[in-house]
Each structure stands twice: as C-alpha cells, then as structure tokens.
C-alpha cells in the first residue's frame, strides 16, 4: 500500500510532530463560537445493566454528526493566522472529515478540495456539494485518493489537511477531552473510538495534563486494528482492510503524529466484533434514543463483549464521535441487532390446510404472548393432486428466553418447522 505520508509536510514518519498541551488549549480558545459543546449525558439504563456509572460524550450533535469539526475548523483557522491569505485547503477523505473541511470552509471562506474514492457515499459527496466543496472521485480506496490529493495540493498551492495525523487536527479533536473533565468531577476511564489515531492522541494529551489518574482506552473494529499494530510495533504499518460498519475506523494506516503523541499515554486498546457494532447502535437506538453510525457504537460494543468489566462500580465516559448513518441502512441494521438478540425469529412452517395452519399460528401466539410481524404463504406442488403449504413466518419477542419458549410451542403444535437463527 505504500507510505501514505511522504509527500505531506505536516506527516514526516522521519520527524513525527507531538502534540502539546499548549496547543490544545489555543486549539479551544480558536474553537470558541465555532463548534458546538456538546453534552456528556449520563446513560441511565446502561449505567444499570453494566453496574458503572456511564456517561456518553455526545458529539453526534456537532453541527456535521461528528468530532470531526473540531479538527476541521481548528485546522483551517491556524492556517489563516500563519497565512491570512491561503488559497485553500484540500483533503481525501470518503467520510465524516470530508464533510466537516467542507463545512469548516464553507463558514470560514476558504475554498476547499476533497478527494474520495468512487465507492464514497453519495449522502457523503452530497453533503460536501452542498457546503460548495470541489469534489474530486478519485481512486478505488483512500490511498489512492491521498495521492491525487498531495497531487492536486501542490498544484493549486493548497494546504494538505490529514484528518487525523496533521497536528492541528489532533489538537481540535482533543478538545472532546477538555469538554470532559470540565462535565463530570472524576472520571476513571475515557473509551474512544480509534481509526487512524487523531482523537485518541487528542484525548491521550489532555488525560495525561489534567486527569493523569484517568485511563485511555482505545476501541477499534477487527475489521481494522492499524493503531494496535502501531502500539506493538512502535510504528505505523500498512493494515488490511475488511468490510466493516464502523467506516470511520477504516483506515490502512495509524498517523505518525497520532501514534508518537499518544502511545506514552494510551492504557490499552480493544478490539470489538462486528456483531457487536450492530447490537450496539440498537442499544443507544433503544435506551438512550441515539442514532450513531457504527464507529459511535463502538465504546458500546466493548460494554456488550464484557470488555470493560474492570471498571464495575466506577466511572466511564464513552464518546459517541458521530451519528451519520446511512440512512437507508437503518431499518435492516437494526433489524440484524434484533435477529442477533433473538428477539426476532425468522422461521417456516410446512402444512397442508392453510386455514389450520394459521389457527394453529394464533393459538400459539396467544399461548406464549408474542408479537408476529409477517407471515406469508408460499405453494409447494408435489405432484398434480399432491401440495402442501409453506408458512414463512417473522416473530418478535421479548428476549432469548422468551425465543426458547416460543421456539419449543411451535415444535410441539407443528411436525415440519424450521428456525433461521
């Protein structure tokens, strides 16, 4: 996949840049009437399932859905002070920093580039149009993207902004920490969401300031453990990447400024199933009425796996980066949740009176109290007089144990049934 950072001036893996403390706190005061503060709001019922005390640092209310226009308008706004007269700044991205550069931009009045590959969302590309960003597909994959984008840059002299390795970045997005401790008086654990490293560095700079007791816990996807390869190695690496639904931890390779500036001050990393992405954005969805995209699930997916059970009794915020779901994709997200949770059973029937069939269906519901959502009928010829008749049924229930009940009242009222678990 190759170094995608040799041709940025602000992502040197020879020289890699540390973030201050400093800066962060000039990163705030930049920060001040651009951004929203957003609430760390204490998640009632998930601080009673898990026995702790949770919070959720809400950044989904940002003005794009995420943490990213922190960085964004962090960036752009230390450029202009260096350079009152920029021509404009360029990124690649195929997500929610194209969006917020784009937004940023947009505010401020500085033109703005952003490269994706052809596979970017059009919610995405759409979103980025309608803050009047050039758009540029470009690329199978973001290295590709990234190349054209250093390309272009040094063309048109613009500013190239990674979005999670150019230093600014990672000071904008530390700021998510600083709105933090400020919120609650003693946090024991901060659990956050970890792709290329940005916000992590952020955080990891501001724990160790202010609250050097706090731990930094790190979560990324299976699909895509570049920074824990990173940690091990002492550098970053080229990743695979495999399908995930948390898209905005994707990412092939950790920063150099990201993993120099936090590796010193990170706790531990996790790693969470793509299972648990899904079970986790029903979880907020249900409990807290949260809509996250599947990176903001990802601190609730560690809960899920039992992951962080060391902080029973105590105090954990989970930051929530971002809510830009695909918006057609909810309902079949939310449905595989319920499926994984048993509290959706798909399963059929074969019969040979369809009237019998389905009395036999309502007594059984009656019996055992469940809901059924669809029930359709499907003919089986087995020769010219011969058929029988095939019930393909959708149930809800209340949970796994509610499933066996009803699960064993089909079986003893039906001979020919069959459960797609």
Request: charged share 25%; hydrophobic share 40%.
């Amino acid at each position: 996949m190759g170094d995608l950072c040799t041709d940025d001036p602000f992502c040197d893996p020879e020289h890699p840049k540390l973030v201050s403390y400093d800066s962060v706190q000039a990163a705030k005061n930049r920060l001040q009437g651009e951004v929203c503060r957003t609430r760390c709001k204490k998640s009632e019922r998930l601080s009673e399932q898990y026995e702790m005390n949770i919070y959720l640092k809400m950044e989904i209310e940002q003005n794009t859905g995420s943490f990213k226009d922190r960085g964004a308008f962090n960036a752009i706004k230390a450029e202009l002070k260096v350079n009152s007269k920029v021509k404009g700044v360029i990124s690649a991205s195929a997500g929610n920093h194209a969006v917020a550069l784009a937004y940023a931009g947009q505010k401020l009045g500085v033109p703005v580039i952003v490269v994706m590959p052809t596979s970017a969302p059009l919610v995405k590309i759409e979103a980025c149009e309608r803050c009047h960003a050039e758009v540029r597909l470009h690329g199978e994959h973001i290295g590709e993207a990234k190349t054209l984008g250093l390309k272009l840059a040094r063309v048109k002299g613009y500013t190239y902004i990674n979005g999670y390795d150019h230093p600014e970045i990672i000071s904008g997005q530390a700021t998510v920490a600083t709105e933090i401790f400020e919120d609650v008086e003693h946090v024991d654990a901060v659990i956050v969401p970890t792709g290329g490293g940005g916000l992590i560095a952020g955080v990891a700079v501001v724990a160790a300031a202010e609250r050097p007791h706090c731990k930094v816990i790190g979560v990324e996807s299976e699909a895509s453990t570049g920074f824990q390869q990173a940690l091990d190695k002492g550098h970053p690496v080229d990743t695979p990447l495999l399908g995930t639904l948390a898209h905005g931890l994707a990412v092939p390779k950790a920063g150099v400024n990201s993993l120099a500036t936090a590796k010193s001050n990170v706790h531990k990393m996790l790693t969470v199933r793509e299972p648990s992405l899904v079970k986790g954005i029903l979880k907020l969805f249900e409990g807290d009425k949260i809509v996250a995209e599947g990176a903001g699930a990802a601190g609730v997916a560690a809960l899920i796996e039992g992951l962080l059970s060391d902080y029973t009794g105590k105090t954990v915020v989970i930051i929530v980066s971002g809510g830009n779901i695909d918006t057609t994709q909810v309902g079949d997200i939310l449905e595989r949740a319920l499926v994984l949770e048993r509290r959706l059973l798909k399963f059929d029937i074969t019969v040979t009176d369809l009237s019998s069939g389905l009395s036999t269906l309502g007594e059984v519901a009656k019996k055992t109290l469940c809901n059924f959502k669809k029930i359709e009928q499907e003919i089986q010829w087995h020769s010219d007089r011969n058929f029988s008749i095939v019930m393909k049924c959708v149930v809800e229930t209340k949970n796994c144990q509610h499933s066996n009940e009803f699960m064993k009242a089909i079986a003893e009222h039906f001979t020919s049934s069959s459960f797609h678990c």
